[in-house]
């Protein structure tokens, strides 16, 4: 069965840079791809970008350009999304999802999150 | 971007009724990409229905989904307990994709 496992929690200042992880296990790590998703306090779910782990192609919405980087590593079927230049707006849990392409982008599995707080 | 709009905000129910849960979009969503998800708390998302009207994997068939352009809408027929829990509408047709507010289903 497929299963997201996703890093621990992390508490960063602002300015700070943060780094999630998300191994994935139960498919072929290169048949999907990885998008991460978000939820802050009070808000809705925000797509923060995909990252096809076949070419390493990534796709990210103009709010996010510049400031996230997502990364996959073929080896260990791990997904990373790195978050630069954190403010207490970035405070939230931020999850990973299976997606595919095309007419397929949903996505179909998730993480089970992790939070991430940035604090002073 | 397209807006996505959900309502009611949140439906109160006994178990055994139906759910009628609608979703709104700012502009015609192509091809009918639009997926349902269900979440509880401290828990992820899940993911019901896609394109539309198709059920996911394993998710029992008293979930339906219907709709196109920009109107759409989940059906739970018969309420079971387990179906108490928030509902989120998703558009992968545009970038960036996004997502409603969500609908709370709880029990009357």
């Known amino acids: 069965q497929v299963h997201l496992v996703q890093s621990g929690a992390e508490v960063k200042k602002p300015g700070a840079t943060v780094t999630v992880s998300c191994k994935a296990s139960?498919?072929?790590?290169?048949?999907?791809?990885i998008s991460w998703v978000r939820r802050a306090p009070g808000q809705r779910l925000e797509w923060m970008g995909y990252?096809?782990?076949?070419?390493?192609?990534?796709n990210y919405p103009q709010k996010f350009q510049g400031r996230v980087t997502m990364t996959t590593y073929t080896p260990t079927s791990t997904a990373y999304m790195r978050l630069r230049s954190l403010t207490s707006d970035d405070t939230a849990v931020y999850y990973c999802?299976?997606?595919?392409?095309?007419?397929?982008?949903?996505?179909?599995?998730w993480g089970q999150g992790t939070l991430v707080t940035v604090s002073s | 971007e397209i807006v996505l709009t959900q309502s009611p905000g949140t439906l109160s129910l006994s178990p055994g009724k139906r759910a009628t849960l609608s979703c709104r979009a700012s502009?015609?969503?192509?091809?009918?990409?639009l997926a349902w998800y269900q979440q509880k708390p401290g828990q992820p998302p899940t993911l019901l229905i896609y394109g539309a009207f198709s059920r996911a994997t394993g998710i029992p068939d008293r979930f339906s989904g219907s709709g196109s352009g920009t109107d759409f809408t989940l059906t739970i027929d018969r309420l079971e307990s387990e179906d108490f829990a928030v509902y989120f509408c998703?558009?992968?047709?545009?970038?960036?994709?996004?997502f409603g507010p969500g609908t709370k289903v709880d029990i009357k």
């Open positions: 990252i096809s782990a076949y070419t390493g192609n990534t």
């Open positions: 502009q015609s969503v192509n091809s009918d990409f």
């Open positions: 139960g498919y072929i790590f290169t048949s999907y791809g």
């Open positions: 999802a299976r997606a595919g392409s095309g007419s397929s982008r949903f996505f179909d599995f």
């Open positions: 998703h558009q992968y047709s545009n970038s960036p994709f996004t």
